[in-house]
Each structure stands twice: as C-alpha cells, then as structure tokens.
C-alpha cells in the first residue's frame, strides 16, 4: 500500500470517527443536565425514575420525553399492584413539562388503589387499549379522548371535564347488542356527572332499570340506533327530563336534549301505565328525529281493555303513553316524531309553549288516542309542519276542563287523521272521533287549519261550552257511506254563552249533521245563515 492510499484511508477514518462523536454527542444532549428541582431542592437518588431522570458519571440527566405513560414511571399496569403514585407521576410530569397528553396505551390495567388522582388542568388523557380501575378522576378542564371501547372499570368521574370529542357509554361497560353488558342507566349516569351530551353508535342498547335522569343523547338515526327498555312491571317509565311533576321553582334550565334514536318497550307478560319519555318541570328541552315503538303484543291495548275505556274514562290512565308531558316544562320542541303507542302525547300537567312539528302517530287499531289531554290548562301549543295521525279510538281526547282556562293559543295545522276504529260503536254508529272535547268555561283560542279527516270516524265533537273562540279554517271531513257515523261537527253552547265558533273554506259532508245546541247564531265569516246547506242543525 503506497503511502498516498494509506493517507486517504487515515483522512476516511478520521472523518468515520467526528461523525461517531457527533452522533453520540447527538444522543446525548436528548438529556438534560440538571442539578435542582423547581423548589430549589436538588435531586438525589431517590429521584431517580427509569427513562426520565438517569445519573451518569455522578450527574443528574433529565430525558426529553415527547410524551409519557405511567409505565414510564414505574407502573405496573397488571391490574393488581398499586398504580396510583405512577399514574400521578406521569400526570405532573406532563403538567411540569408542557406535555398536553398523557398516553394509555398498551394492554395495560392500572389500578388506582381506591385513589382520588386530582388531574392538572388542561391535560388530555388519551386511550387506546388500556384499562383505569378503582378509583376518582378529578378533573380540571380535562379531555378525554378515546374509542367506543371499556377504558373504565369502577372509576368514578369528578371535576370538569371537556367534551372535545364524542363520549361514549361503552367507556363504562354498556355495549351494543349485548344484553349482559353493563346497563345503560349505569354508565349514563356514571358519564353525566362530568358530561352532557353522551353519543350512541347503531345497534340496539338494554337498560332494565328505566328511570333514567336525561340530559343529552343523540345516536345514529332513529332507524340504527335504539334503545331497548326491558320490564315487566307497570308504571314505570324510561327516560325523564327535568322533575316529574314539578313545579316552575323547580325547572332545570339544561336544554336537554334526545336526537336520532328508536325508544322500545319490551315484555313477555302484559303491562300497563307505562311511558317511554317524561318531559317533566323543564326548559327548552328538544326532542328530534326520535321514534317512540310500543306496539307489541304485551305492551298494547286489548280490544277489549279499550271498550272499557270508552265507557269509563278513568281507566284512560292504564294505556301505555310514548311522551307525557308531566311538569311545569316550558319552550319544548318535539320535531320528526314517530310514535307507535296506545296514546302518543299526553298532557298530564299544564305546560307552556309546546311546538310539536311533523309528528306521525300510528295507534294500532286498538290505540286510544294520538293526542290525550288529561289536564287542559296547557297553553300555547302548536302542531304544524306535516302531520299525519292514523289508527286508534280519536285523535284528540280532551277531557272535562281542568282549570278556567282551556286550550289558550293552542293550534292544530296541517293534519290529516285517518283509519280510525270501527269496531266499537253506540246504537250501530261508530264511537270513533277525530276531536273529542269535553265540557269548559273558557277556550279563549283553540285554531284548527289545513286539517282533513278520514272517513271512518266522527268529526268534531265538544261537550258544552261556555264562552271563548273556536276557529275552523281551510278543513275537510269526508264521507264514507259504509260507516255509520253521527256527526261531523258537534257543541252545545251553555246559558249566556258569548262563544264564537268560525268557519272559513270549510267542507262539511251534508249527510252528516252539524249539531250545534243553543246556539243563536249560526253563519259562516259572510253572515250568511244555514251554511250547511242539507245538513240537519239542531238548535234548542
């Protein structure tokens, strides 16, 4: 080898060997020197913790971690040593350090040892795969960011926590299509003492014990997401927002909210006096996209349960109801609602300002009533948008005024009620009525408009009335000769009476009689008398 080889040969190592320096030198500055904590106290020994701070040649090295685990701190993540000064540790080292996440990774169960973890402020605990048992997560503007997957297992949530992203009920146990898995109520209530808008994937999710406080839920659609109420008890109930029965010293202000699922009733024996949903003593709650399904055999009206209630209205009480309106609630909306039940809305309590907008009702045959108003004090109720309400004994049943104001501002539009029952009838003419009111002092402003109503039942009936205003506008009642009805348009004026009842581009079938009792005017908006033409008016 000439000595001009053995020069670039020396020249190549030597370079070889700064490149080796500079590498390791590279390495080795990732580590911090330090020599004294953040109180001014120095580092010994006992401080130090395997990947984060090291001693090399007599000094103290921090590492400069992008992110930390607790097994970064000693965990052991079996699920049965005591994890909680690691989790703690990796939890201040992120906060100390400006690191935002604190990382759960790994098939790992940390067990916190029945500990109360205070977590730093602002910090994001992010999940996959790993488990957090037995123990108190307080939180302090803290984000939990993980899968529809169980991250928790006797854990219970405190503080404030934010909701970055959706939050999950499986977090706790509660799985799709799984009857075994941990009841819904469970976790929902677990979740809703930090959260409120708790998300549901498709598939069907179980609860047998009902009676769940609701505040925010929203799934896939009401055709993928349901939530299935198993019980073979009677009078109970599902889901309840705000007190049941309360007052208005008693209203949550929460703007509850029930978005994009399917309701379900479910028994193997016959129940009665149950309901799907209770809007209790709440405000501006928001129901939409919900479909309310209670029309199996066991939690339906029998043929001949709802002769019975035909002749005794008391025993209204025993039908199953998918919303009862039962509390001082005000500023409700109930938009894209399915109902399949024996009554679909029920006013058990005044409420106030009520917009009920495209509302289908199926009552099955044997149903009671798409509507049912057991107290008539409620006021400012609005029905529009695209109503279609078909089956069942009435449209609407009122029942005897329960207070001196009756139907304030309450309005029906753009309805079409059809297929009513046939089968049950008083002296051979079918029993069954599109509106059914019965006896008041008051209706100071009760508006029908765009309605058409079937020909299998009777048409407007009201008991006796003293004074008020009923208006009828733009509103058909067909005639169907096969079915024996006896009347399309009904109401007896009491003594005194100053009651107004208008109509306007309103078809009544002159085959049908128009009773209107004590009446001393009878016209329509131009003044003109007998505006039924053939019908047959009785005026006593």
């Known amino acids: 080898m000439d000595r001009v080889t053995r020069s670039i040969i020396s020249i190549i190592m030597f370079l070889l060997s700064l490149c080796s320096i500079t590498y390791t030198y590279a390495q080795e500055s990732d580590d911090t020197e330090v020599s004294h904590k953040r109180d001014g106290t120095p580092y010994t020994d006992d401080d130090i913790v395997e990947n984060?701070?090291?001693?090399?040649?007599?000094?103290?090295?921090?590492?400069?971690?992008?992110?930390?685990?607790?097994?970064?701190?000693?965990?052991?993540?079996?699920?049965?040593?005591?994890?909680?000064?690691?989790?703690?540790?990796?939890l201040n080292y992120a906060a100390k350090n400006n690191l935002s996440t604190v990382y759960l990774n790994g098939e790992y169960v940390y067990n916190l040892n029945n500990s109360v973890i205070d977590i730093p402020s602002r910090l994001v605990l992010k999940f996959d795969g790993a488990i957090v048992k037995n123990g108190k997560l307080k939180g302090y503007n803290t984000s939990i960011l993980a899968d529809p997957v169980k991250i928790f297992d006797n854990i219970e949530l405190m503080g404030n926590y934010i909701e970055g992203g959706n939050v999950f009920v499986e977090w706790f146990g509660t799985f799709p299509n799984d009857i075994h898995s941990v009841d819904l109520k469970?976790?929902?209530?677990?979740?809703?003492?930090?959260?409120?808008?708790?998300?549901?994937?498709?598939?069907?999710?179980?609860?047998?014990?009902?009676?769940?406080?609701?505040?925010?839920?929203?799934?896939?659609?009401?055709?993928?997401?349901?939530?299935?109420?198993?019980?073979?008890e009677s009078d109970k109930h599902l889901f309840h927002i705000g007190k049941v029965g309360g007052t208005v010293a008693e209203r949550t202000?929460?703007?509850?909210?029930?978005?994009?699922?399917?309701?379900?009733?479910?028994?193997?024996?016959?129940?009665?006096?149950?309901?799907?949903?209770?809007?209790?003593?709440?405000?501006?709650?928001?129901?939409?996209?919900?479909?309310?399904?209670?029309?199996?055999p066991y939690t339906s009206i029998t043929a001949s349960e709802l002769s019975q209630m035909a002749l005794n209205e008391k025993l209204i009480d025993m039908a199953n109801v998918a919303i009862a309106f039962d509390g001082s609630s005000e500023l409700t909306i109930l938009e894209n609602i399915f109902t399949l039940s024996d009554i679909g809305i029920k006013f058990s309590t005044n409420t106030d300002f009520v917009n009920i907008r495209n509302y289908t009702s199926w009552n099955g045959n044997n149903g009671f009533a798409t509507v049912y108003f057991k107290d008539t004090t409620s006021s400012n109720i609005l029905f529009d948008g695209n109503q279609s309400w078909s089956q069942g004994l009435y449209g609407v049943y009122a029942a005897d005024e329960t207070g001196y104001n009756s139907f304030v501002n309450v309005k029906f539009e753009n309805l079409r009620i059809e297929q009513l029952n046939e089968s049950i009838k008083k002296n051979e003419k079918v029993l069954a009525t599109s509106f059914r009111f019965g006896d008041y002092t008051h209706i100071p402003n009760l508006i029908f408009s765009n309605v058409m109503l079937g020909g299998t039942g009777n048409g407007f009936r009201f008991g006796k009335v003293k004074d008020g205003r009923i208006s009828i506008r733009d509103t058909e009642v067909f005639y169907d000769k096969n079915i024996m009805r006896n009347l399309a348009f009904g109401i007896e004026f009491l003594p005194e009476a100053t009651l107004k009842v208008e109509f306007s581009s309103t078809q009544l079938p002159q085959d049908l009689p128009i009773e209107i009792k004590n009446g001393k005017v009878v016209s329509d908006e131009n003044g003109n008398r007998n505006y039924w033409g053939k019908a047959k008016i009785i005026s006593e």
Do not use: C, W
């Not at 014990?209 to 009401?222: F, H, T």
């Open 253 to 296: 202000y929460e703007s509850n909210t029930l978005e994009s699922v399917a309701l379900v009733l479910s028994s193997s024996k016959r129940t009665i006096s149950n309901t799907l949903l209770i809007v209790g003593a709440s405000h501006k709650s928001i129901i939409r996209d919900v479909k309310f399904v209670m029309n199996a």
């Open 52 to 90: 984060i701070l090291i001693k090399k040649n007599g000094k103290y090295y921090k590492k400069k971690l992008s992110y930390v685990t607790p097994m970064d701190f000693g965990a052991k993540g079996d699920g049965k040593s005591d994890d909680s000064k690691a989790f703690m540790s990796a």
């Open 186 to 232: 469970t976790s929902l209530e677990k979740l809703n003492t930090v959260y409120f808008n708790i998300k549901l994937n498709s598939g069907i999710y179980y609860t047998k014990e009902g009676n769940i406080s609701l505040k925010g839920i929203k799934g896939v659609s009401q055709n993928k997401t349901f939530i299935e109420f198993n019980t073979n």
